[in-house]
């Protein structure tokens, strides 16, 4: 069964610090990784998404992608109180099912 | 429209009803998926249609529930006879669907949902 773990929180930092939010999967199959923001009793948006191994910066976000350890990170540099909010990790895989999987995400807070 | 809608944004019933959850995806996207979120967790699949063809349904619970998407557009998904277990937020999600070259990169737009609570 394909899992996707993230460490639910809550993960609390002060405004202006960077926030780390990690994710690993089990299917080595996978190719694409997305990270979507969910405020609550709201739907899930797309904040990264991320294919290669490396990094790939989009303003104050940074996904991290390590297919040998098989985790996917995101920092988000400048924390504003703003992001606080549950962050999701969904990973799909290859030459198989079109379904994304989901982690329960985390919780990030964000205090001024 | 400019994005998935749902309706309606919040459902209650009473134990043994049947309930239908209406979501209209994105104009011209070809695949819809349906997800189950439970409080603190994320979303659990349920079922996946590209155009009116229901692929998957590996995620459906019981035989309760039942989705369908007749015209691959608009989707509804009916549960029968609810439980308190049924008792989540169901997600709708659309994706351009996968004709094109990139499919497996394909983000997922989500709507906002319907609250569904069982009495």
């Known amino acids: 069964q394909k899992e996707v773990e993230q460490n639910s929180g809550p993960l609390s930092v002060p405004e202006g610090a960077i926030a780390s939010l990690n994710c690993t999967y089990s299917?080595?199959?996978?190719?694409?990784f997305f990270w979507y923001r969910q405020y609550s009793g709201k739907s899930p948006e797309l904040i990264m998404s991320?294919?290669?191994?490396g990094d790939k910066e989009d303003g104050r976000f940074t996904a991290q992608l390590n297919k040998a350890s098989q985790y996917v990170s995101l920092l988000i540099r400048d924390s504003q109180p703003s992001d606080s909010a549950t962050y999701l990790c969904a990973v799909r895989a290859s030459g198989g099912s079109y379904i994304p999987t989901f982690g329960r995400g985390t919780s990030l807070i964000v205090h001024p | 429209g400019a994005g998935v809608s749902q309706s309606p944004r919040y459902k209650v019933a009473k134990r043994g009803q049947d309930v239908a959850l209406r979501c209209d995806p994105i104009s011209g996207h070809v695949s819809l998926f349906w997800y189950q979120q439970a409080l603190g967790q994320g979303p659990e699949f349920l079922t996946y249609f590209q155009n009116e063809a229901q692929l998957d349904k590996s995620g459906l619970p019981s035989d309760r529930f039942f989705a369908e998407r007749p015209e691959g557009s608009v989707s509804t998904l009916k549960i029968q006879r609810t439980q308190q277990e049924d008792s989540a937020v169901y997600l709708c999600?659309?994706?351009?669907?996968?004709?094109?070259?990139?499919?497996?990169?394909?983000?997922?737009?989500f709507g906002d949902g319907t609250r569904l609570s069982i009495l």
């Open positions: 299917d080595r199959g996978s190719q694409s």
């Open positions: 991320i294919y290669s191994n």
């Open positions: 999600a659309s994706s351009e669907g996968p004709s094109t070259g990139s499919r497996y990169r394909q983000p997922q737009h």
